[in-house]
């Protein structure tokens, strides 16, 4: 559960720490991710009079264990009486994907294997990362407010993608030389990264290898990397490892919603039917986590080296431009592709802080006046 603080009425020593999105909110903040659409986002998400100010996150096994835990969450909250003290404006529910495609984002792609590790938490298997970060504010020795200790920035992004349509891109632009299914399992490849098995593209260029899909001991070094792995995929620009001295700002999680493409869907080669990623990031700080990331990173057509171009997945260019990348033709580096379609279109979304459960205990669940909200959303 995440919530500004002022939407609690607690006293003014327990203001989160300053942080400049955080203060505008992710509505005011999106001219400077390029999101220049706002809109056609959520409405929930695009009025400036009605904020979300609350984001619970239930997770279960089923959706009978999440319906019971959100049913128990309405009334510790009293939902739906004259009593209530939040306010519930927006339910998205999300799914595992089925069979094979468990733990894969709707592009097809093994998702959450990059992200670097938490200080003081063992690290995974196969993952010796070069930037270890601490993504909470402040520690025992640390000032600041005792009750932000072990607390986060948290994002939330309401992203939609248009698999038919990506699909779609990587046969009409299969890497040339070979047939033009492979081609294209090796542009999408050379986009994003990793194969779809989660094995970096940088540990097998050539082809699809499942027994290398949770490496993350990988740096991008040595005669060829940018041949191996371009500038731009989206793990190199969202994760730049060696490619920068700056550590990678976040640690992220997704999981989708909507329904499988369905044979329509195929033959239109067109989207039809809702579905994408809740995307959610913790870092110290919005402006040096997420913001970086995205603006900095993602956007920036000369990160990590000039004229790389943008982020295939995520980048946004702003109205007037069209996409561009280079780095995927075999015999041209600097031979450029272009995207004349976003395949992931944010639809909305927040900025909360996310408070330590030392906070909810000690602080929030004591304070003087019971917290009310005028919007919660339920992920």
Known sequence: MSMSVQQLDLPEQFAPPVDEPFDMGQLRDAPSLNDIDTEKWDPVFNDPGHLVHVL????????????????????????????????????????????????????????????????????????????????????????????ARDGSFLVFRYLFQLVPEFDDYLLENAHPGMPKELGSKLL??????????????????????????????????????????????????????????????????????GPEVTPEERAAKKTLHDRGLLFVCYQRSIASGFRTVQRGWANDTNFPKDQTGFDPIIGRCGAGRIRTMRGTHPDDMAKEISFPTEFVVPRGGEYFFSPSIRALGEVIALSSDPPRSSGCCFA
């Open 56 to 147: 619970i996150t239930v997770t279960g096994d089923t959706h009978a264990t999440v319906e019971r835990e959100v049913a128990a969450i309405d009334v510790i909250f009293e939902v739906g009486t004259s009593q209530a003290s939040l306010t519930e404006v927006k339910r998205i529910r999300g799914d595992v994907r089925p069979g094979d495609q468990a733990g894969h984002e709707h592009f097809g792609y093994l998702d959450g294997i990059s992200n670097p590790p938490i200080e003081g938490v063992p690290p995974t298997p196969n993952c010796v990362p070069p930037f270890p970060r601490t993504f909470v504010l402040f520690s025992e020795n640390d000032p600041g407010p005792v009750w």
């Open 188 to 257: 999408g490849a050379k986009l994003v990264g990793r194969w779809k098995s989660g094995a970096p593209i940088d540990l097998s260029p050539t082809e699809d290898n499942p027994d290398l899909a949770l490496r993350n001991d990988f740096l991008y070094e040595g005669p060829g990397n940018e041949r191996r792995c371009p500038l731009g995929a989206h793990i190199r620009k969202t994760y730049p490892r060696d490619d920068t001295t700056t550590p990678s700002p976040i640690l992220r999680r997704g999981i989708p919603f």
